[in-house]
């Protein structure tokens, strides 16, 4: 779509790559900056916001994009690469106008004046004087609500609605959290991230406990306590829940006593058993790292079922490397550890081979009062992605895993670095970036 009148939905733009002449990656849009005007006037597209390398977020004016495609957006050569900020002026089309409630001028074909209809995606259009505008927006009828049926849909001129100058409450969040849904838990933290704290409490709100609590755990601990501070107990209870146990014991960590205390009790006793156990433990010891959910099985297992536990796709990497074999009970604390296999010795070995003739007991494992400078060298020596924490008489509690030593070896502000960017630059070269 690179000339004439050619229309694109914005909400099909979100993830788009960006691309320079020579058909170098630059990044990937995330919204687009337009600008309100009075009197029923389309707003004028100002630029896109684009996530660059270092999860940065930068704006790209409009007058420097030579061609909107399908699937890509081509650029000049040169993009600044100051981190966006947006100003009182501008409004983010994707953050902020998906699902607000409009309501039509006139009565006419669309329906009766006043009547109210759902925002579910805007497009825009190049003039005539080669800027780009928002000329149209596709609404629903009827009230909005999760169990309502799902009403009429049509595509009006601009000019025919109003109430786009309403401040963001009035926005919903069930469109926004459409247009990325696709993302990684990674990606939709730093959208929420760059998100006001209301409106990231309502798309929180509408997140569903598993992804939330995915998404939780990729951001800075102050973003955590304040989407925390938002949920009602219960609901709070049922996201740490779903939480990795050592991600939740660290985000209780954050909170008064009294509190953690509340949502402790608020949560299942088998849930919220092992987050206790791991609130006993001092923060950089191989107690307070672990996770409580290591692959445990027992020695008369088979390859072949040790690998279906492996290929569980929701095992982060690390955790998905090794196995370990104990004694029942299996569900930590284990009966008494025996020793693990990694999973390259797994997939040299038949089958129907069983685990206990496996088993590398060489590795002494560590305990749960080992330091972290210990936990570090003792990864780095065996070429471990993942260790064995073992208590006094022999049972295993959990594992360390290396992004747990890494969440703690990087400043304690290292997400929010990663989330905001850095601001040693301020205009570089987009050949730059992959030179």
């Known amino acids: 779509m690179s000339g004439g009148a050619s229309r694109v939905f914005v909400s099909h733009l979100s993830g788009v790559a960006v691309f320079d002449p020579n058909g170098d990656h630059v990044g990937r849009i995330r919204d687009l900056v337009v600008t309100l005007r009075l009197g029923g006037q389309p707003p004028r597209v100002l630029g896109f916001v684009v996530e660059v390398a270092g999860k940065r977020r930068v704006f790209l004016p409009m007058?420097?994009?030579t061609?909107?495609?399908s699937g890509q957006v081509i650029m000049t050569g040169v993009i600044n690469m100051r981190r966006f900020e947006q100003r009182s002026t501008e409004t983010l089309c994707l953050a902020e106008l998906l699902d607000r409630r409009v309501a039509l001028r006139e009565t006419g074909?669309?329906?009766?004046a006043g009547e109210e209809v759902t925002v579910l995606d805007v497009a825009m259009v190049r003039?005539?004087?080669?800027?780009?505008?928002i000329d149209k927006v596709f609404v629903e009828k009827g009230k909005p609500g999760r169990l309502r049926r799902k009403g009429e849909t049509l595509t009006v001129e601009w000019s025919t609605v109003t109430g786009f100058a309403l401040n963001e409450a009035d926005q919903g969040a069930a469109n926004l959290l459409a247009t990325f849904e696709q993302l990684r838990p990674a990606d939709l933290a730093n959208v929420l991230h760059h998100l006001s704290p209301k409106r990231r409490g309502e798309v929180a709100a509408a997140l569903d406990d598993e992804r939330l609590a995915d998404v939780m755990e990729e951001l800075p601990e102050d973003d955590q306590v304040a989407i925390l501070a938002t949920l009602h107990q219960e609901r709070a209870a049922d996201v740490l829940e779903a939480m990795d146990p050592d991600d939740a014991a660290d985000l209780l960590s954050e909170l008064p006593g009294d509190e953690a205390e509340q949502l402790l009790q608020l949560m299942e006793p088998d849930e919220a058993a092992p987050v206790r156990r791991l609130l006993t433990y001092e923060e950089h010891t191989a107690g307070g790292l672990m996770t409580t959910e290591p692959i445990v099985l027992p020695p008369d297992s088979t390859v072949a079922e040790a690998l279906a536990r492996i290929r569980n796709e929701d095992l982060k990497p690390a955790m998905a490397s090794v196995v370990y074999v104990c004694r029942p009970p299996l569900e930590t604390p284990t009966g008494k550890y025996l020793g693990l296999v990694h999973f390259q010795?797994?997939?040299r070995e038949p089958p129907y081979?069983?685990?206990?003739?496996?088993?590398d007991r060489d590795l002494d494992p560590l305990s749960p009062a080992t330091e972290l400078p210990r936990i570090t060298s003792f990864l780095a020596t065996y070429n471990m992605v993942a260790a064995p924490v073992v208590d006094e008489v022999g049972n295993l509690l959990g594992s360390v895993t290396v992004d747990d030593v890494l969440d703690h070896l990087l400043p304690e502000d290292w997400r929010e670095a990663v989330l905001q960017g850095h601001d040693d630059q301020e205009e570089v070269a987009v050949h730059g970036l992959h030179g």
Do not use: I, K, M
């Not at 003039?127 to 505008?133: N, S, V």
């Open 63 to 65: 007058n420097r994009v």
């Open 67 to 69: 061609s909107v495609e």
């Open 109 to 112: 074909p669309y329906g009766e």
């Open 127 to 133: 003039t005539r004087t080669r800027d780009w505008e």
């Open 345 to 347: 010795r797994l997939l």
């Open 353 to 359: 081979t069983l685990l206990g003739g496996l088993v």
